[in-house]
C-alpha cells in the first residue's frame, strides 16, 4: 500500500514537501517514481529514484526545482518541490516499479497510491 501526503494550496515561487509511506518488507527492493495529472490531461512522469537511491531521473520541465529522495529505514519516498509554478497544479502519484529502475512510464510501475493535490496559485 502507498500512500501519499503533503499536498496543499501554495502560491508561486513557494515550497512543497510530499511524502509517500509504502508498506510492506520490499520497499529497498522498489524503484519509486512520481508522477502528476493535471485537470484534461493525462497523466505524466515526474521524477524517480533507484532502490539504494544513488540514482534518479526527472522531467525536463522539473529538472532544478524538484528533488526526489528516500529513506529505505522509513519505507518513504519524499518529493521536494521547489519554485513552484502554476503549471505544477496536478494530483501527484507515488508508484513503485518492482524493477528496481528508474523508469520513467507508467506500464513500467506495479502500485500506485490514491494521490494527493497540489494547487499552486498565481
Known amino acids: 500500500q502507498l500512500v501519499e501526503s503533503g499536498g496543499g494550496l501554495v502560491q508561486a515561487g513557494g515550497s512543497l514537501r510530499l511524502s509517500c509511506a509504502v508498506s510492506?518488507?520490499?520497499?529497498?527492493?522498489?524503484?519509486m517514481g512520481w508522477f502528476r495529472q493535471a485537470p484534461g490531461k493525462e497523466r505524466e512522469f515526474v521524477a524517480a529514484?533507484?532502490?539504494?537511491?544513488?540514482?534518479?531521473s526527472y522531467a525536463d520541465s522539473v529538472k532544478g526545482r524538484l528533488t526526489i529522495s528516500r529513506d529505505n529505514a522509513k519505507n518513504t519516498v519524499f518529493l521536494q518541490m521547489n519554485s513552484l509554478k502554476p503549471e505544477d497544479t496536478a494530483v501527484y502519484y507515488c508508484?513503485?516499479?518492482?524493477?528496481?529502475?528508474?523508469?520513467?512510464?507508467?506500464?513500467?510501475?506495479?502500485?500506485w497510491g490514491q494521490g494527493t493535490q497540489v494547487t499552486v496559485s498565481s
Open positions: 529514484i533507484s532502490p539504494g537511491g544513488g540514482s534518479t
Open positions: 508508484a513503485a516499479c518492482i524493477s528496481g529502475s528508474t523508469r520513467s512510464t507508467i506500464k513500467e510501475y506495479d502500485y
Open positions: 510492506g518488507r520490499t520497499f529497498s527492493f522498489y524503484g
